[in-house]
């Protein structure tokens, strides 16, 4: 039992080495999020414009930082409108957001510093780990430095790549893959680990009941389930040979 379960835990990992580190880029519109994005890949990924509300539907591309994939996901600016396609855009915003495994949430360097406070507050109601990010900091006056400081902010400046060193470093951290044990078997496949999940329930159940007076049929229906479940990762089980094993071996109430 306990092997299944590190094998079910072991998804968690597993899942971010075979399809990246899902990373949202977001905040209000036209702060940079697609310069950001840019910046980040090296290469004109997303369009960028002074207009606001420009980007209208998701944009996806991935870099590997040390040897760890990093999915990074530019989405719509986060504001209200009466236009319809960029209220859809907003709505996926929100929803990559809930989905993701780390927030970049970026500001403006002259945004209003009240209004910055609403959306960190926002943001850290949030259960989704995230790195603050103020763009075009070469703006910043030093008291404003120090104010986002304080909030342990990332001051960058997405258009002149500067501070992309110190963002990778906390991209890094905030993941900590470090400690992976590579010689150790990861799940990777959901369908795996929710075969591993049934089988688990249904071991549970043989152990709950085997002390108990419930006739062997109950329990083997039960170990049929486990190897079932168990052949769904490993391919066909013969389960005959093995029942019979098991009640030849152990004295099973009848």
Request: aromatic share 6%; charged share 25%.
């Amino acid at each position: 039992n306990k092997v299944l379960q590190r094998l079910i835990h072991s998804f968690e990992v597993g899942n971010v080495i075979k399809n990246g580190v899902p990373v949202v880029i977001a905040g209000k519109p036209n702060v940079g999020k697609s310069t950001l994005l840019n910046a980040l890949l090296n290469e004109e990924r997303a369009i960028v414009s002074e207009i606001a509300g420009t980007t209208r539907d998701t944009i996806e591309d991935e870099i590997k930082i040390n040897g760890v994939v990093f999915r990074f996901i530019d989405t719509a600016g986060i504001r209200e409108t009466a236009d319809v396609i960029e209220a859809k855009g907003v709505e996926r915003t929100l929803d990559k957001m809930k989905q993701a495994k780390l927030i970049i949430y970026m500001v403006d360097a002259q945004e209003d510093a009240a209004e910055v406070l609403v959306q960190l507050d926002g943001l850290k109601k949030q259960s989704i780990p995230y790195l603050f990010i103020v763009n075009k900091a070469e703006l910043l006056a030093a008291n404003q430095k120090e104010f986002y400081h304080e909030h342990e902010a990332l001051l960058i400046s997405a258009k002149e790549k500067v501070g992309m060193d110190v963002l990778e470093t906390a991209l890094l951290e905030k993941v900590n893959l470090s400690n992976i044990n590579t010689s150790e078997t990861l799940v990777t496949n959901i369908r795996h680990v929710e075969s591993l999940r049934q089988t688990q329930n249904s071991l549970n159940r043989v152990l709950e009941n085997i002390y108990n007076p419930v006739t062997s049929d109950f329990l083997a229906m039960d170990i049929k389930q486990a190897l079932h479940y168990l052949g769904e990762i490993t391919g066909t089980v013969t389960t005959d040979d093995l029942l019979e094993n098991i009640f030849t071996k152990f004295c099973i109430g009848k």
